[in-house]
């Protein structure tokens, strides 16, 4: 076949055809580790959707001749990843070579766009809780919101607590309510006894004929 009549074949669909396969593995803080030809190796993937899929268990295809590079993918392959085998930096600046500084820019640039990525999430995670509070009144104490616990680590115990206090509280205020009224009925009681029995004065006047 002639040169001008062959396709390039992309790194992932090599690998993902013609690659060895690892056992699966777990995305970690420091990448994928698979255990490859004996030897437990170390790679990460510089796009950030990589990382929003924590929960899946990743095969790594790979090329035996060529370790620079892997292939991440999970058990229906929807999921592709390009991975690139950690670099190592020398310890001591007189030991750089050629690549090195560039190596290291390319990854202070993707933790700057991954902590990027990660405030923008909190920040619209937390206007959801905050409208969460809003549209439910019930959640809106401290106690709620903040899941305090004891010194136990209970948190259920302390809610449990707070209701029975408000019910308690609630009681007081019925049972107060209740010897007010009770006060007030003696008294208007007692007035009216008052009255009933109270000397008529007019049984000791003197009648006047006109």
Known sequence: MPVTDHLPLPIDNYLYYFGASTQKNMLEPQGLTPTILGEERFYDCFDLNFRKHQGVRWTVKYDPDDLSTALAVNDDGTLRFVLQEKYRQPMALKDRKEGDAGQLETVRDFNTGLESYITEVRSESSQKVQQLFSDVPALSDTLAKMVLINSYGQHKNERN???????????????????TKKEEKNFTDERRDYIEKKVDLSKYLTEVEI
Do not use: C, D, M, P
Request: avoid cysteine; glycine fraction near 0%; charge should be positive.
């Open 161 to 179: 607590n707070q209701r029975a206090l408000q019910a308690a509280e609630k009681l007081n205020t019925k049972a107060l309510q209740f010897e």
